[in-house]
């Protein structure tokens, strides 16, 4: 049986560029990708170093058996599905150009899935946030502050800060990202 590690690495929806090079890296190192377990969990499996091209595409539902194949005509294997990615991997070796080491062909395609991430993970996200964290975070002040109080707050207020930066860190980081695309 081959040798298999399972590594816990975070990634923001907007991070998804930072995923890929950090497997090409796994990789790179000998540790093939196999299985996305639960959140930022990554199972590995001990492989000789080789050069590959890790890929990440956002679809809301899982790929449909066209989908893949439309990506396994160009050489790009399927090795997954996980919360809304789908993960991709072709060996560089198969590349011949630069245009191949690229899932996407255009750079519509490009802007398209970032605008899908924002529409479908972004907006929800801020929905929650304006719904449910903002009016709570507003009524603290009608608290007695008994020591059961006072953790439930502070719980609250870090996920309240955590919040607020995923949204700022995400947003501005797919904002960017899409506008280098429409130069």
């Not at 091209?53 to 990506?71: C, N, P, R, V």
């Not at 198969?94 to 605008?115: G, L, N, P, R």
Request: charged fraction near 30%; include cysteine; charge should be negative.
């Amino acid at each position: 049986m081959a040798k298999t590690k399972t590594q816990m690495k975070i990634f923001t929806i907007a991070d998804y560029k930072e995923e890929e090079k950090w497997l090409e890296n796994q990789h790179s190192n000998g540790w093939k990708l196999i299985k996305i377990n639960l959140p930022f969990f990554y199972t590995f499996e001990k492989v000789q170093p080789e050069k590959v091209i890790y890929q990440l595409d956002f679809k809301e539902k899982e790929a449909t058996d066209d989908y893949i194949k439309m990506y396994e005509d160009y050489g790009w294997q399927h090795l997954g599905y996980y919360l809304g990615w789908n993960y991709f991997r072709k060996y560089e070796s198969a590349a011949t150009s630069e245009s191949d080491k690229e899932i996407f062909s255009d750079t519509e395609s490009k802007i398209e899935m970032i605008e899908q991430v924002f529409k479908t993970r972004m907006l929800p996200v801020l929905t929650i946030f304006v719904a449910v964290m903002l009016p709570n975070f507003c009524g603290l002040d009608k608290l007695d502050f008994s020591p059961s109080e006072i953790v439930f707050t502070i719980i609250y207020l870090v996920v309240f800060a955590l919040y607020i930066w995923g949204i700022i860190h995400c947003g501005i980081k797919l904002t960017k990202m899409k506008k280098e695309l429409e130069k």
